[in-house]
């Protein structure tokens, strides 16, 4: 009886358990196909799910601050692993009393594993205590102790808690009716209650030695039942909890992308309306919809993320709750209107008038949803995104954040034509002047006056085609790093040409802030120019521009070596075609870019020329490299007023100055003007200089009248 009412209780869970799953994979497949790989190039994604899931890298490592470094959540992971295993041979034996673990893997084998089981049980239960002190205590930022940590929490130290206890009580019983059949038989009794291969259950079981043998199996029974009920609790809250994570991070993290286009966005085919953008759930590939039952609500993508350190309504970890939360709701209601019309269909006569009643019913709860975006996920929260990407790198499982942004600014401006009006007159500027400023195209090459800069009329096959970009040429404050830069290629001899009036605005800010349609004008147009001139080898000084002539153009037929300016440098300086000489500046701070580090991986080759100046003293704010703080220009926003909380780049300037460095080096015009601006706001402009490493390193080389390189 005892066998077939634990049989029919795990039967019920797993039942229930499986009926929700169904749905829920249900719900995500509605989502559309991803056009990226996802199953390709196996060996790796198996040595993505050893490093990721089970070595828990990106949970381990390094963060800034050091208060959200997660090493406890490695122990109790590995700990909930393992007391796992050990549970499912409990239920097997609830089940089937004669099975035993050690039958299947052998007795030395088990014994390690109890050992191993036992010790990380406690460790597990003092990292549930540490964890319940961090969230109360320490309070890392946006990691609160709600009701639902409380409870998981709760649940897997009552898991290690009941394993402890139903361990020990039946160690004490099985010793007890040990003594009293040895006391018949007259041989010895054994001399104290164990637990084979579990040195802390037996230390446990000794002090409770006292007990009697029938309170002893009554105890260890309790404890037994209580462990399973809840597993089973545990198993069927998982999927309405925090802890969801623990079904979605696996597939998420097996299916990451590979590629090295980390902001990968797929080009829409505009003809279809259907793909203007994401508007609803299922628009969302299902890569994409994955993604939000990998969530481990750890975080650290809000707390990396500069709007959110502003004060801006945007939470990386949020937005990807209300995309699940949306899906649950409308893909839930989906799936019922669905069943509800097949049984309207096949009922009889008398049956059909009451499923039809329901199916107006569904379709009248569907129509009264508010809309995913602008309902649920208000405007302001998506206009707030400046792609810098750092909720994805922080990301312990993949999470592709900024893609799911930048699709649902696509719904906006394309099919809801919602722009926010400073990105309008971008928007404009570039269809009428082929720049976001709006100023004539007749003047992208005044900023040459007075240099010797060969167009690719003048020098039709280049080694290198140098990409000002509209920075470059438009603003007063960046024509000084594009003559710099000019300066060192000719001194280096380096062979280039630069496009001159040809060059038109490479549409990064029109793809990233949702006008697709506008980039997809402005890809074509250049990809036709610069395969006319045969362009093989790209140098450009804008990350942006970097990004998008490197991973968007490709889609367009546009294949290029695309490098950025430092990258070259460094190789100049490295090899010795410039020889800085002079004094480079002494205490610098860098920048990093969160275009060139992040989404495009370059971080040395900006120190590495900055090391390699006389006299420069490197330092390096807190946040830096895959950790770093934007400046708070990209994904359009270099074209926005911050109308809402602080200012990104007042807070990132706040942060360099505070290095004590004299200058700032940057290696993008963006980052060049918002620092600028920020420290003008600080009233720090005569102190603290901001220079592009072109421009510091111009002033460590020596030129002759001509441009060649002296001494």
Same mark, same amino acid.
């Given at each position: 009886?005892?066998? +077939?009412?634990?049989?029919?209780?795990?039967?019920?869970?797993?039942?229930?358990?499986?009926?929700?799953?169904?749905?829920?994979?249900?719900?995500? $497949?509605?989502?559309?196909?991803?056009?990226?790989?996802?199953?390709?190039?196996?060996?790796?994604?198996?040595?993505?799910?050893?490093?990721?899931?089970?070595? %828990?890298?990106?949970?381990?490592?390094?963060?800034?601050?050091?208060?959200?470094?997660?090493?406890?959540?490695?122990?109790?992971?590995?700990?909930?692993?393992?007391?796992?295993?050990?549970?499912?041979?409990?239920?097997?034996?609830?089940?089937?009393?004669?099975?035993?673990?050690? +039958?299947?893997?052998?007795?030395?084998?088990?014994?390690?594993?109890?050992?191993?089981?036992?010790?990380?049980?406690?460790?597990?239960?003092?990292?549930?205590?540490? *964890?319940?002190?961090?969230?109360?205590?320490?309070?890392?930022?946006?990691?609160?102790?709600?009701?639902?940590?409380?409870?998981?929490?709760?649940?897997?130290?009552? $898991?290690?808690?009941?394993?402890?206890?139903?361990?020990?009580?039946?160690?004490?019983?099985?010793?007890?009716?040990?003594?009293?059949?040895?006391?018949?038989?007259?041989?010895?009794?054994?001399?104290?209650?164990?637990?084979?291969?579990?040195?802390?259950?037996?230390?446990?079981?000794?002090?409770?030695?006292?007990?009697? *043998?029938?309170?002893?199996?009554?105890?260890?029974?309790?404890?037994?039942?209580?462990?399973?009920?809840?597993?089973?609790?545990? /198993? #069927?809250?998982?999927?309405?909890?925090?802890?969801?994570?623990?079904?979605?991070?696996?597939?998420?993290?097996?299916?990451?992308?590979?590629?090295?286009?980390?902001?990968?966005?797929?080009?829409?085919?505009?003809?279809?309306?259907?793909?203007?953008?994401?508007?609803?759930?299922?628009?969302?590939?299902? =890569?994409?919809?994955?993604?939000?039952?990998?969530?481990?609500?750890?975080?650290?993508?809000?707390?990396?993320?500069?709007?959110?350190?502003?004060?801006?309504?945007?939470?990386?970890?949020?937005?990807?709750?209300?995309?699940?939360?949306?899906?649950?709701?409308?893909?839930?209601?989906?799936?019922?209107?669905?069943?509800?019309?097949? +049984?309207?269909?096949?009922?009889?006569?008398?049956?059909?008038?009451?499923?039809?009643?329901?199916?107006?019913?569904?379709?009248?709860?569907?129509?009264? $949803?508010?809309?995913?975006?602008?309902?649920?996920?208000?405007?302001?929260?998506?206009?707030?995104?400046?792609?810098?990407?750092?909720?994805?790198?922080?990301?312990?499982?993949?999470?592709?954040?900024?893609?799911?942004?930048? %699709?649902?600014?696509?719904?906006?401006?394309?099919?809801?034509?919602?722009?926010?009006?400073? &990105?309008?007159?971008?928007?404009?500027?570039?269809?009428? *002047?082929?720049?976001?400023?709006?100023?004539?195209?007749?003047?992208?090459?005044?900023?040459?006056?007075? +240099?010797?800069?060969?167009?690719?009329?003048?020098?039709?096959?280049?080694?290198?085609?140098?990409?000002?970009?509209?920075?470059?040429?438009?603003?007063?404050?960046?024509?000084?790093?594009?003559?710099?830069?000019?300066?060192?290629?000719?001194?280096?001899?380096?062979?280039?040409?630069?496009?001159?009036?040809?060059?038109?605005?490479?549409?990064?800010?029109?793809?990233?802030?949702?006008?697709?349609? $506008?980039?997809?004008?402005?890809?074509?147009? #250049?990809?036709?120019? /610069?395969?006319?001139?045969?362009?093989?080898?790209?140098?450009?000084?804008?990350?942006?521009?970097?990004?998008?002539?490197?991973?968007?153009?490709?889609?367009?037929?546009?294949?290029?070596?695309?490098?950025?300016?430092?990258? &070259?440098?460094?190789?100049?300086?490295?090899?010795?075609?410039?020889?800085?000489?002079?004094?480079?500046?002494?205490?610098?701070?860098?920048?990093?870019?969160?275009?060139?580090?992040?989404?495009?991986?370059?971080?040395?080759?900006?120190?590495?020329?900055?090391?390699?100046?006389?006299?420069?003293?490197?330092?390096?704010?807190?946040?830096?490299? #895959?950790?770093?703080?934007?400046?708070?220009?990209?994904?359009?926003?270099?074209?926005?007023?911050?109308?809402?909380?602080?200012?990104?780049?007042?807070?990132?300037?706040?942060? &360099?100055?505070?290095?004590?460095?004299?200058?700032?080096?940057?290696?993008?015009?963006?980052?060049?003007?918002?620092?600028?601006?920020?420290?003008?706001?600080?009233?720090?402009?005569?102190?603290?200089?901001?220079?592009?490493?072109?421009?510091? /390193?111009?002033?460590?080389? =020596?030129?002759?009248?001509?441009?060649?390189?002296?001494?």
């Amino acid at each position: 009886m005892k066998q +077939l009412i634990f049989a029919a209780i795990v039967a019920l869970a797993f039942g229930a358990f499986g009926w929700t799953m169904v749905r829920y994979i249900r719900v995500m $497949l509605r989502g559309g196909p991803d056009p990226r790989p996802r199953f390709d190039q196996i060996p790796r994604r198996l040595g993505a799910f050893v490093v990721y899931f089970l070595g %828990q890298k990106k949970v381990v490592e390094g963060q800034i601050p050091p208060a959200m470094k997660s090493w406890h959540h490695f122990i109790i992971f590995w700990g909930f692993l393992v007391i796992t295993i050990g549970t499912i041979e409990l239920i097997i034996r609830g089940v089937f009393p004669a099975f035993h673990l050690s +039958l299947v893997i052998g007795d030395t084998l088990y014994a390690g594993f109890k050992t191993v089981a036992d010790v990380l049980d406690l460790l597990v239960l003092a990292m549930v205590l540490y *964890a319940y002190f961090r969230r109360i205590v320490i309070r890392p930022r946006l990691i609160p102790i709600n009701l639902d940590a409380a409870l998981i929490l709760g649940l897997i130290g009552g $898991l290690m808690i009941t394993y402890f206890g139903s361990e020990s009580f039946h160690a004490v019983a099985d010793w007890r009716e040990a003594i009293a059949y040895a006391a018949q038989a007259g041989t010895a009794p054994p001399p104290a209650p164990a637990v084979a291969g579990a040195p802390l259950s037996t230390l446990l079981a000794g002090w409770l030695s006292g007990t009697d *043998a029938a309170t002893a199996h009554a105890a260890g029974e309790a404890f037994y039942w209580c462990h399973v009920a809840i597993l089973l609790f545990f /198993l #069927n809250y998982i999927p309405y909890s925090k802890h969801i994570h623990l079904l979605g991070a696996l597939p998420n993290i097996v299916t990451m992308n590979l590629s090295e286009r980390k902001l990968d966005l797929p080009k829409l085919n505009l003809e279809d309306e259907n793909q203007w953008g994401v508007g609803k759930y299922e628009q969302f590939s299902w =890569k994409s919809l994955l993604d939000t039952y990998a969530c481990t609500e750890c975080a650290r993508c809000s707390n990396y993320c500069p709007a959110n350190a502003t004060d801006k309504p945007l939470s990386p970890m949020q937005l990807i709750h209300d995309i699940r939360y949306e899906m649950l709701e409308a893909g839930t209601l989906a799936l019922q209107l669905a069943h509800a019309q097949d +049984l309207a269909a096949t009922a009889d006569a008398f049956e059909r008038p009451r499923h039809v009643v329901h199916v107006e019913q569904l379709k009248r709860k569907i129509a009264a $949803l508010p809309p995913m975006v602008g309902g649920r996920i208000k405007e302001e929260t998506l206009w707030a995104c400046t792609t810098c990407g750092a909720c994805q790198e922080a990301c312990p499982v993949f999470i592709e954040h900024p893609l799911k942004i930048i %699709q649902m600014r696509q719904n906006l401006v394309l099919a809801q034509e919602k722009t926010p009006t400073d &990105l309008a007159r971008a928007f404009r500027n570039i269809e009428r *002047a082929q720049n976001p400023w709006g100023i004539g195209a007749d003047q992208r090459m005044d900023w040459a006056e007075g +240099l010797d800069v060969p167009t690719i009329e003048d020098k039709p096959h280049p080694e290198y085609l140098f990409w000002v970009g509209c920075a470059g040429a438009f603003d007063q404050r960046i024509r000084k790093q594009t003559q710099a830069m000019v300066k060192l290629l000719t001194a280096a001899g380096v062979d280039y040409a630069v496009l001159g009036h040809q060059e038109s605005c490479t549409g990064d800010p029109a793809r990233r802030g949702g006008n697709e349609m $506008l980039f997809q004008m402005q890809a074509e147009m #250049n990809v036709e120019t /610069l395969n006319g001139a045969g362009v093989k080898k790209v140098i450009t000084s804008c990350p942006h521009c970097l990004h998008t002539l490197k991973h968007d153009y490709p889609q367009f037929g546009g294949n290029y070596e695309v490098i950025h300016h430092t990258q &070259l440098l460094e190789h100049l300086v490295s090899t010795g075609r410039l020889k800085p000489a002079a004094d480079g500046g002494g205490k610098v701070a860098y920048h990093d870019s969160c275009y060139l580090g992040r989404w495009n991986g370059e971080y040395e080759a900006p120190r590495q020329v900055l090391r390699r100046l006389p006299l420069v003293d490197l330092v390096e704010p807190e946040r830096r490299r #895959n950790r770093g703080f934007c400046c708070g220009a990209g994904g359009g926003r270099m074209f926005m007023e911050e109308k809402i909380g602080s200012r990104v780049n007042v807070n990132r300037a706040e942060e &360099l100055v505070a290095t004590g460095a004299k200058t700032v080096a940057v290696a993008c015009p963006f980052c060049n003007v918002m620092m600028t601006d920020g420290m003008k706001h600080l009233n720090k402009e005569e102190e603290v200089r901001v220079m592009d490493i072109a421009e510091l /390193l111009s002033e460590s080389i =020596k030129t002759a009248p001509g441009g060649s390189q002296t001494g």
